[in-house]
């Protein structure tokens, strides 16, 4: 029994710190690709404003003939490529 718990003592502590650093490894990666994936999506819409933006300051008988509706509504689907 004593020999058990000899062995337990020396290499719980070990086993624990290795288990706890990959748990918290993995955590960190998760988190980083969630941000990345924030990051992409905020530079797509900041791009697509700007596109709306650009589309909706075009005085009317300069915007592409492919603008059907007027509004907000003919410049995102403009800038979605519809």
Known sequence: M???RDLL???LLPLLATVSTGTLV???LI????LS???????Q???HNACVYT???IPANQRPGSIELNGMAGAVRY???G
């Open 9 to 11: 003592n020396a290499h």
């Open 37 to 43: 994936n924030l990051a992409q999506n905020s530079q």
């Open 45 to 47: 819409a900041k791009n």
């Open 26 to 28: 993995g955590i960190l």
């Open 55 to 57: 589309i909706m300051n």
């Open 31 to 34: 988190v980083d690709a969630g």
């Open 2 to 4: 004593s020999k058990t």
């Open 79 to 81: 800038c979605n490529g």
